[in-house]
């Protein structure tokens, strides 16, 4: 669900010291902004301080520059680093898929209803079938088939639709490819993976049907930052159903593919909504 088109969102991180909260709070209070909305985490192994807040000015007057110039001086005597988001701000995605559409046809829906705070830029598939879905939308598609041989060129291809559309997230709906390290590196932080998750894992051709067999009573899924190691990047949402002795195989695909529409829109609209923050390969979230 989309946030509150009204609040702006401060989010910021420090080292673990007495008066974080308050860095943020007395400023806030200082320029007459209300407080609508507010989480924080103190990790005591890292000892690092987390904060999210939506807040709303209490004056027509509210100047943004003068607000992070303030700012800057009490961040700077704490080490904090913060990013500062306006109102109606939609976060530029580029969606990579291959053939299935469960996951892409969800996040165009979302889109387009206004259900997430993202600006589709574009889709991008190494196959031509989604095309015509697609275009539907009214959105650009980049068809860029790969192999082997071409994986390096088909990357730059990607990476060139990154950067002219200027998106600031990527969106890996089920595409089927294993990016090169170079990628993975280019995007750290800032690509989203779905992926099945299942106990016990199964890997290959049909996990679904491989699980049937084994006899499994949860299937799942989860959303992940990708990184150079396959499915092992910091995990940002995970959700799970359960399977009963009557569920056939195809019924676990259908519960599996609903699972990973959920799991991917719940992480994007967290990641959109600024409620995640990365750091040591791991995560905090902070959701609704």
């Known amino acids: 669900m989309s946030r509150n088109n009204n ?3 401060i989010t910021a991180q420090c080292p673990s010291q007495l008066g974080t909260v308050d860095v943020v709070t007395s400023f806030l209070k200082a320029q007459h902004c209300y407080i609508a ?5 103190d990790d005591k192994r890292a000892k690092r301080f987390f904060i999210r807040t939506e807040f709303e000015p209490q004056t027509e007057a509210f100047d943004a520059a003068a607000f992070r110039d303030g700012f800057n001086n ?3 005597e704490f080490g904090m680093s913060y990013e500062l988001t306006e109102p109606g701000f939609k976060v530029p995605v580029v969606i990579m898929v291959s053939k299935t559409d469960h996951c892409l046809n969800d996040l165009l ?7 997430l705070n993202i600006d589709i830029k574009a889709v991008i598939s190494n196959h031509p079938d989604l095309e015509h879905l697609v275009s539907w939308h009214g959105l650009p598609y980049h068809y860029f088939p790969v192999t082997a041989e071409t994986r390096s060129e088909q990357e730059e291809q990607i990476w060139q639709v990154v950067q002219e559309t200027g998106a600031e997230l990527v969106v890996l709906a089920r595409y089927m490819q294993v990016l090169s390290e170079d990628m ?3 995007l750290a932080g800032r690509a989203i993976n779905i992926h099945h998750s299942l106990l016990p894992g199964f890997k290959g051709a049909k996990p679904y049907h491989q699980a049937y067999d084994k006899g499994v009573k949860l299937v799942g899924a989860t959303a992940h930052f990708i990184n150079e190691d396959l499915d092992e990047g910091p995990i940002i949402s995970q959700k799970v159903d359960v399977v009963t002795h009557s569920d056939y195989a195809d019924d676990l695909v259908d519960k599996g593919r609903d699972i990973e529409r959920l799991t991917l829109a719940h992480a994007v609209s967290c990641y959109a909504e600024r409620r995640v923050f990365l750091y040591n390969n791991r995560t905090v979230v902070f959701s609704r």
Not at 37 to 41: I, L, P, T, V
Not at 109 to 115: A, E, P, S, V
């Open 37 to 41: 909305e507010q989480h924080s985490f």
């Open 109 to 115: 829906y979302r889109h387009r209803t206004g259900k």
């Open 7 to 9: 609040t702006w969102i």
């Open 184 to 186: 993975c590196k280019k």
């Open 74 to 76: 009490r961040a700077a």
